[in-house]
């Protein structure tokens, strides 16, 4: 065993067993506050309610946690136990060129991933979404989405794939630096692409209607200085109860979308509010922010696997005889994960602090009681426990817990 094989156990059995902790702090926090609604949310949300969300989360973090203990045997076995060697010295008897060896055992490899988390898959959409009630989805749709999906990873995952690892062999020791361009370019242009030409694969998009909502977003939109392609309603409840609003695009191409399902529950002046957090977003340059931080990320990322590509003690201490650059691609795909684990606590703060600039923006521009009652209303309807415990989601949660959050709005000197 060399010694990264031993760094490597050390760093899956950490950020494992750290994981497991945390799930097991929210599940037990959780319950403990399971028999009364807190102070702040006691006219709002009921008893019963609370309880649903409660049991709601609790059966989403068992599920989570059965999800992370197949995770680490599936990475153990791909690694270690020789799976991802199998892969590559496979394709390597088929003598193709190295780029198509590559592109197939990698395919491989992900391929069976997929099929292997499927049952995990439809447990949490047929059992756990179902029993909860927000589940709309039917067997015929889920494997029409998971056709969906392969045709679209054929047709825009493997030639980018390829170009990629011809690229790792054809253009020398820099080819890390071509890479990362290359993926930055490619990944900014799906961006632009998603909402006009991949988000209409899955979904219907309908342009709101005119009407009293119409002219309060384009007032609302007037006030902030905010260009968009157009504000459309996705047809969510295809799939699920689950209500939300989001941007999707850039440049010239955003568009503002809310869930069908977001647009029954709330009022107007509620959906205005949601829609300024969000706008809130892009004119607090959250956006850019959060791009310019993966562009950072993607190259330091490619930097190191330019390091580790000549690194014999990389590949076989992962359980891979044969180097090459599309195993070493591979290998760091699936190992890196369990390194940066640990700064996701800093990644998670970053967004919070985005989510409170995000309301004040809100506050500012249109009503903070409106946006207030608006975030009770999506606590209630999607079942979020609104008591969480504060390491848990201090670790994880990219908004900040619902107490704290209101809280901060109801302080905001602006609060009309
Ligand atoms: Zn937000």
Not at 74 to 91: D, H, P, V, Y
Not at 374 to 384: H, Q
Request: hydrophobic share 50%; glycine share 6%; with cysteine.
């Amino acid at each position: 065993m060399n010694t990264f094989t031993i760094i490597f156990l050390i760093a899956l059995t950490l950020s494992f067993m750290t994981q497991y902790w945390l799930s097991k702090r929210q599940i037990k926090h959780v319950l403990d506050h399971r028999q009364q609604v807190p102070d702040a949310f006691k006219e709002k949300v009921s008893l019963e309610a609370h309880q649903k969300a409660a049991d709601y989360t609790v059966a989403k973090a068992r599920v989570s946690d059965f999800d992370s203990i197949l995770g680490v045997i599936f990475l153990l076995i791909l690694t270690l136990g020789g799976g991802i060697g199998m892969a590559f010295n496979f394709w390597s008897t088929l003598d193709f060129s190295p780029v198509v060896t590559g592109l197939g055992a990698i395919t491989t490899i992900f391929l069976v991933m997929h099929v292997l988390e499927l049952p995990t898959s439809i447990y949490q959409t047929f059992v756990i979404e179902e029993k909860f009630g927000f589940n709309r989805n039917t067997p015929k749709q889920f494997i029409k989405d998971q056709f969906t999906q392969l045709l679209l990873m054929m047709i825009i995952g493997l030639p980018i794939l390829a170009l990629i690892i011809w690229i790792m062999d054809s253009v020398g020791p820099l080819w890390w630096l071509w890479a990362w361009a290359i993926l930055i370019s490619f990944s900014l242009l799906m961006s632009w692409l998603f909402p006009t030409v991949i988000a209409p694969l899955f979904n219907k998009f309908t342009p709101l209607e005119e009407g009293s909502l119409k002219q309060r977003i384009h007032g609302l939109l007037e006030r902030c200085g905010f260009k968009s392609k157009g504000i459309f309603i996705m047809d969510g409840s295809k799939r699920s109860g689950h209500g939300n609003a989001y941007f999707t695009g850039i440049g010239n191409n955003k568009r503002i979308v809310f869930f069908d399902t977001l647009v029954e529950s709330l009022d107007d002046e509620e959906l205005e509010a949601v829609l300024a957090h969000e706008l809130g977003h892009f004119k607090c340059k959250h956006v850019l922010k959060m791009l310019g931080a993966t562009t950072v990320m993607t190259l330091i990322s490619f930097a190191v696997l330019g390091w580790l590509i000549g690194e014999q003690w990389f590949y076989t201490g992962l359980g891979v005889t044969e180097p090459s650059s599309a195993a070493a691609l591979m290998l760091f795909m699936l190992v890196s994960p369990v390194f940066t684990f640990f700064t996701q606590p800093i990644s998670a703060f970053f967004q919070r602090k985005f989510e409170f600039e995000a309301d004040d923006f809100a506050a500012n521009n249109a009503k903070a009681s409106m946006l207030i009652s608006g975030l009770v209303k999506l606590y209630k309807e999607n079942a979020n426990t609104l008591t969480p415990d504060p390491l848990y989601s201090a670790f994880h949660y990219s908004h900040p817990p619902a107490a704290i959050r209101i809280a901060h709005l109801e302080n905001n000197p602006v609060n009309g």
